[in-house]
């Protein structure tokens, strides 16, 4: 028999009225840490927050997203050895990539649009390419 138990809750902010909607765990600056990715759905935001190594996280960078940012993704993208994230942007009808520079920042998001009210993104080798394709869950009429 196995007991598990958990302390309390602790709280990081991701602004004022950013309304998290998803969350991802990445090590995005290559320190060997997980880092936080958070889809802020209230601002129109990517939130990155890097782990200090001691079990907590910095202050989020928030990276500008498309609108109602719903769910995010982390993997390496173009086989640079940094993660990438990928966030699927439910209001404005988008995915969106941001590829990562190195040491945990990110270029602006590039977005392609992926058909009517986005709420899920994953990605996966599907075709043997070597290179990661990105899969969406739509859940507007006719996608």
Do not use: E, H, M
Not at 50 to 58: C, I, P, S
């Amino acid at each position: 028999s196995c007991t598990v138990t958990f302390t309390g809750p602790t709280n990081y902010a991701t602004g004022v009225g950013s309304t998290p909607n998803s969350v991802t765990l990445a090590d995005v600056d290559r320190d060997g840490d997980l880092d936080a990715i958070v889809a802020n759905s209230g601002s129109g935001t990517v939130g990155v927050l890097l782990n200090n190594g001691a079990g907590t996280f910095v202050a989020q960078t928030p990276l500008v997203a498309g609108t109602t940012p719903a769910s995010v993704y982390a993997k390496d993208l173009d086989n640079d050895g940094d993660i990438d994230i990928v966030v699927a942007n439910s209001g404005s009808g988008t995915v969106g990539v941001f590829l990562n520079n190195g040491g945990g920042t990110f270029a602006a998001q590039v977005p392609y649009t992926v058909g009517a009210t986005p709420k899920s993104v994953y990605g996966a080798l599907l075709n043997n390419d070597a290179f990661i394709d990105i899969v969406v869950a739509n859940s507007g009429p006719g996608t």
